[in-house]
């Protein structure tokens, strides 16, 4: 039949299934079959004549039709999984029947009167396809996710047959080990298949159904709490799912394994067109809903076991139920984890390689998927975490993720990857050793819209950290806690930063310590802080190699001596507030020497009018997303949390609790009707005092007068000099003593475990656009806004 008949015959199917007002028994088997059996169609034929409006219609007005439909639908790829799929037929039904419940799902969800349809049984529909009793009939969700599983490893279907001769000897699906049947090899898996177009076609249409059952999560509001587990995905990844880790395993390697450059041949992708991308595409989005869980409800293993022999670790304690968290948390071999990041970072290095050989390579777009599931690993294996901190192979994970930062930050409809960008940055900041790569000299090239400087990772970091608070968008704002205890945590390590580098930092301090800014908000000072934190880290541990950053601090010393002299009383105040009245600008961009930036590079643009975008939920204040700890000499951490309420030697109030902190600034200042911010002299003394100025101010009463000195004697204008006489200057013996060293770091929580939630679904919703899944449904989790 050709498709046109196939289409014609399919859309009558519709039109009769609409219009009739009678429920059709589940038995008249010509009905139902039409849907399946005697067509041809495409998931876009399918989404195209089975329009929105009728799958209401029907579910308003015989709701009994669609039960039916969705039913049998289900029956037949049980009934498929069942017999092995091995006529042409077989395929073909399984096929329609997954891509006419992927359009119809997400209306079943939108309905909060059908949400329960898919957990109910259905009458005379044993587990095992109709025979048995009604006692033990699966749940529908049960069946039809089982029936996928199995439908995944499914031989000659979505994998190669191992069988020799084709003479009625198909491998049998009960006893198959779906195991010997991974798609890719990487993790736990050797062998790597010949690849097969039909088989990724046919595992992309039931990954693109089960990504489909799993968003019922969609059209649920965030809760604050969290918001509990997806029923779908906890029935999926656990034990009842005979697949659950080969298929983990084939999802993570099939990601892990794909190279878009084409075998390393430049240009080589426009000759080939490249099937396994959408897979790729698919197998993410999957992977990252399943691994969807929120810790801070339930605890991770602990990370200890030293056996060898299987890819995941026996020795831990039995970890979450959701096998697919559990099998991530337990990789453990070297070789699976290097596999794993280099796989990563060549996926995330992909459109930094388009600006070296305009379009030598295809580029990728599911750079935020590969984000999200970065972030996992780190968060759910501390193993995985110390292997990427081991080596210097943490930059190639560093540079994209600078480079997507900077290239999105004028760009109101990218707010939720600069937030996972800068989330990952801040987990691994945690760790000295992060700091201790940095040192590591800069050499690649990749034209970024930066000043050009020469330098260390520290330094790229530093002058894209400095180009995000300068010149990214409003929205960014509650993002600078954020990078500024990036810089600080990472302080005490960076053995020489740059000029460039150095005077960015002293930028953002004169930036930050107006009076107009210190004032005009609750929490500004507390930026203020955080960059004397980072001074002082430096000036104490490493003094030695950064002459650079001591200049800076000298020539800009009058910012250090208007801190230190800041005035607390009400006329001062009055007149900082009328210049915040004038002035709505976030930050002077006058005062940083931006000098050309790199050749080759764009200005980052802001989104084109009318891009589609998804709301997100807030991110908790940075006091709730770290937890203080403090180094001790043997660079062990010992964690501060929770504290008394003590400052600490600097005087620095790092290790008051926020939150009483917080409480007390509420009292000291008052908000005025209009919801206006007024900050009153008793809320500015009980900062100001606690300014950790005593450091630098020491440095500057020693060393100004001598650097003031060599300029009169030598009657010297030239830096070089100061800057030799620097180096070999040495401050022991004159600071107060090196405080210790305080580390924030990322701990677990229901707001980012939600914030993750909305903000995956959300790039799952705009990114599935061929077809459009979920478009113009009616989601709960978020807003669809236009820029």
Same mark, same amino acid.
């Given at each position: 039949?050709?498709?046109?008949?196939?289409?014609?015959?399919?859309?009558?199917?519709?039109?009769?299934?609409?219009?009739?007002?009678?429920?059709?028994?589940?038995?008249?088997?010509?009905?139902?079959?039409?849907?399946?059996?005697?067509?041809?169609?495409?998931?876009? *034929?399918?989404?195209?004549?089975?329009?929105a409006?009728?799958?209401?219609?029907?579910?308003?007005?015989?709701?009994?039709?669609?039960?039916?439909?969705?039913?049998?639908?289900?029956?037949?790829?049980?009934?498929?999984?069942?017999?092995?799929?091995?006529?042409?037929?077989?395929?073909?039904?399984?096929?329609?029947?997954?891509?006419?419940?992927?359009?119809?799902?997400?209306?079943?969800?939108? *309905?909060?009167?059908?949400?329960?349809?898919?957990?109910?049984?259905?009458?005379?529909?044993?587990?095992?396809?109709?025979?048995?009793?009604?006692? @033990?009939?699966?749940?529908?969700?049960?069946?039809?996710?089982?029936?996928?599983?199995?439908?995944?490893?499914?031989?000659?279907?979505?994998?190669q047959?191992?069988?020799r001769?084709?003479?009625? &000897?198909?491998?049998?699906?009960?006893?198959?080990?779906?195991?010997?049947?991974?798609?890719?090899?990487g993790?736990?898996?050797?062998h790597?298949?010949?690849? @097969?177009?039909?088989? *990724?076609?046919?595992?992309?249409?039931?990954?693109?159904?089960?990504?489909?059952?799993?968003?019922?999560?969609?059209?649920?509001?965030?809760?604050?709490?969290?918001?509990?587990?997806?029923?779908?995905?906890?029935?999926?990844?656990?034990?009842?799912?005979?697949?659950?880790?080969?298929?983990?395993?084939?999802?993570?390697?099939?990601?892990?394994?794909?190279?878009?450059?084409?075998?390393?041949?430049?240009?080589?992708?426009?000759?080939?067109?490249?099937?396994?991308?959408?897979? #790729?595409?698919?197998?993410?989005?999957?992977?990252?809903?399943?691994?969807?869980?929120?810790?801070?409800?339930?605890?991770?293993?602990?990370?200890?076991?030293?056996?060898?022999?299987?890819?995941?670790?026996?020795?831990?304690?039995?970890?979450?139920?959701?096998?697919?968290?559990?099998?991530?948390?337990?990789?453990?071999?070297?070789?699976?984890?290097?596999?794993?990041?280099?796989?990563?970072?060549?996926?995330?290095?992909?459109?930094?390689?388009?600006?070296?050989?305009?379009?030598?390579?295809?580029?990728?777009?599911?750079?935020?998927?590969?984000?999200?599931?970065?972030?996992?690993?780190?968060?759910?294996?501390?193993?995985?975490?110390?292997?990427?901190?081991?080596?210097?192979?943490?930059?190639?994970?560093?540079?994209?993720?600078?480079?997507?930062?900077?290239?999105?930050?004028?760009?109101?409809?990218?707010?939720?990857?600069?937030?996972?960008?800068?989330?990952?940055?801040?987990?691994?900041?945690?760790?000295?050793?992060?700091?201790?790569?940095?040192?590591?000299?800069?050499?690649?090239?990749?034209?970024?819209?930066?000043?050009?400087?020469?330098?260390?990772?520290?330094?790229?970091?530093?002058?894209?950290?400095?180009?995000?608070?300068?010149?990214?968008?409003?929205?960014?704002?509650?993002?600078?806690?954020?990078?500024?205890?990036?810089?600080?945590?990472?302080?005490?390590?960076?053995?020489?930063?740059?000029?460039?580098?150095?005077?960015?930092?002293?930028?953002?301090?004169?930036?930050?310590?107006?009076?107009?800014?210190?004032? &005009?908000?609750?929490?500004?000072?507390?930026? #203020?802080?955080?960059?004397?934190?980072?001074?002082?880290?430096?000036?104490?541990?490493?003094?030695?190699g950064?002459?650079?950053?001591?200049?800076?601090?000298?020539?800009?010393?009058?910012?250090?001596?208007?801190?230190?002299?800041?005035?607390?009383?009400p006329?001062?105040?009055?007149?900082?507030?009328?210049?915040?009245?004038r002035?709505?600008?976030?930050?002077?961009?006058?005062?940083?020497q931006?000098?050309?930036?790199?050749?080759?590079?764009?200005?980052a643009?802001?989104?084109?009018?009318?891009?589609?975008?998804?709301?997100?939920?807030?991110?908790?204040?940075?006091?709730?997303?770290?937890?203080?700890?403090?180094?001790?000499?043997?660079?062990?951490?010992?964690s501060?949390?929770?504290?008394?309420q003590?400052?600490?030697?600097?005087g620095?109030?790092?290790?008051?609790e926020?939150?009483?902190?917080?409480?007390?600034?509420?009292?000291?200042?008052?908000?005025?009707?209009?919801?206006?911010? @007024?900050?009153t002299?008793?809320? #500015?003394? &009980?900062?100001?005092?606690?300014?950790?100025?005593?450091?630098i101010?020491?440095?500057?009463?020693?060393?100004?007068?001598? #650097?003031?000195?060599?300029?009169?004697?030598?009657?010297?204008?030239?830096?070089?000099?100061?800057?030799?006489?620097?180096?070999?200057?040495?401050?022991?013996?004159?600071?107060?003593?090196?405080?210790?060293?305080?580390?924030?770091?990322?701990?677990?929580?229901?707001?980012?475990?939600?914030?993750?939630r909305?903000y995956?679904?959300?790039?799952?919703?705009?990114? @599935?656009?061929?077809?459009?899944?979920?478009?113009?449904?009616?989601?709960?989790?978020?807003?669809?806004?236009?820029?």
């Open positions: 039949m050709g498709s046109a008949d196939s289409k014609l015959n399919f859309r009558k199917a519709v039109i009769q299934l609409t219009t009739k007002t009678q429920p059709v028994e589940a038995t008249d088997e010509a009905f139902w079959d039409q849907f399946w059996a005697d067509t041809a169609t495409s998931v876009q *034929d399918v989404f195209a004549l089975v329009p409006a009728e799958i209401r219609a029907v579910r308003e007005e015989s709701p009994s039709n669609l039960a039916t439909l969705c039913y049998k639908a289900v029956e037949k790829l049980v009934q498929g999984a069942e017999s092995g799929c091995h006529s042409e037929k077989e395929k073909q039904i399984v096929l329609n029947c997954s891509r006419l419940l992927t359009r119809v799902l997400p209306y079943i969800f939108e *309905d909060p009167d059908w949400r329960g349809f898919f957990w109910s049984t259905v009458p005379g529909a044993g587990r095992a396809g109709g025979e048995g009793d009604d006692e @033990n009939a699966r749940p529908l969700a049960e069946s039809l996710l089982l029936a996928i599983a199995d439908l995944l490893f499914c031989p000659d279907f979505t994998v047959s191992h069988r001769s084709t003479v009625d &000897s198909a491998e049998d699906v009960h006893s198959l080990d779906s195991c010997e049947y991974i798609w890719e090899a993790v736990g898996f050797a790597s298949p010949q690849p @097969n177009y039909i088989h *990724d076609v046919n595992r992309m249409e039931l990954l693109k159904l089960l990504l489909t059952c799993f968003s019922e999560a969609m059209y649920l509001p965030p809760a604050p709490d969290g918001g509990g587990t997806n029923p779908w995905v906890q029935f999926f990844c656990s034990t009842e799912n005979r697949h659950a880790l080969p298929l983990f395993t084939s999802l993570l390697n099939t990601v892990c394994a794909y190279d878009p450059v084409g075998y390393g041949i430049p240009y080589n992708h426009l000759l080939f067109s490249d099937y396994r991308e959408p897979l #790729v595409e698919e197998a993410a989005q999957v992977l990252i809903v399943t691994l969807d869980h929120d810790r801070a409800i339930s605890t991770s293993p602990t990370v200890d076991g030293t056996t060898v022999g299987t890819a995941m670790d026996d020795m831990d304690p039995p970890g979450p139920e959701n096998l697919f968290v559990n099998y991530l948390s337990r990789i453990h071999r070297e070789e699976d984890f290097q596999f794993i990041l280099k796989g990563i970072a060549r996926l995330l290095s992909n459109p930094l390689l388009q600006t070296y050989l305009p379009n030598s390579t295809k580029k990728i777009q599911f750079h935020q998927e590969l984000l999200v599931l970065f972030w996992k690993l780190c968060d759910f294996n501390k193993k995985f975490l110390f292997f990427v901190l081991k080596s210097s192979d943490v930059l190639d994970i560093l540079v994209p993720i600078l480079y997507f930062l900077n290239d999105a930050r004028a760009d109101h409809s990218r707010v939720g990857l600069m937030h996972i960008g800068v989330f990952i940055l801040l987990l691994l900041s945690g760790e000295r050793n992060f700091g201790v790569r940095l040192n590591k000299p800069y050499s690649v090239r990749v034209p970024m819209d930066i000043p050009v400087f020469t330098g260390t990772h520290a330094d790229l970091l530093i002058v894209v950290f400095h180009k995000i608070i300068t010149s990214g968008h409003q929205r960014l704002q509650p993002l600078f806690d954020c990078l500024l205890t990036i810089v600080v945590n990472v302080s005490p390590y960076l053995k020489s930063l740059s000029m460039v580098a150095a005077n960015k930092l002293l930028h953002l301090l004169e930036a930050f310590s107006t009076t107009w800014f210190l004032f &005009s908000a609750a929490q500004n000072h507390h930026l #203020v802080f955080f960059l004397l934190e980072a001074f002082n880290n430096i000036i104490q541990y490493q003094f030695d950064n002459s650079n950053l001591v200049y800076a601090i000298i020539r800009k010393r009058s910012i250090f001596h208007q801190l230190a002299s800041l005035p607390a009383d006329p001062a105040l009055h007149k900082a507030l009328q210049r915040r009245r002035a709505p600008e976030p930050l002077s961009r006058t005062g940083s931006e000098g050309a930036s790199m050749e080759g590079s764009h200005p643009a802001p989104a084109e009018p009318g891009t589609l975008k998804t709301s997100l939920v807030a991110t908790p204040g940075i006091d709730k997303l770290t937890e203080k700890s403090q180094v001790s000499e043997d660079g062990t951490l010992r501060l949390e929770p504290t008394s003590q400052s600490s030697a600097d620095s109030p790092a290790t008051e926020p939150d009483q902190a917080w409480r007390e600034q509420r009292r000291l200042s008052s908000t005025s009707a209009s919801g206006q911010w @007024n900050p002299s008793e809320w #500015v003394l &009980s900062w100001k005092s606690k300014l950790p100025l005593q450091t101010m020491r440095l500057l009463q020693v060393l100004v007068p001598q #650097v003031e000195k060599i300029c009169i004697d030598k009657g010297l204008t030239d830096e070089s000099e100061i800057l030799r006489f620097l180096q070999h200057g040495t401050l022991v013996g004159l600071l107060p003593v090196p405080h210790p060293i305080l580390i924030r770091k990322y701990q677990a929580n229901s707001g980012t475990a939600m914030w993750f909305t995956m679904w959300g790039v799952i919703y705009l990114r @599935n656009v061929d077809p459009p899944v979920w478009y113009d449904t009616d989601v709960k989790l978020f807003e669809i806004q236009r820029v």
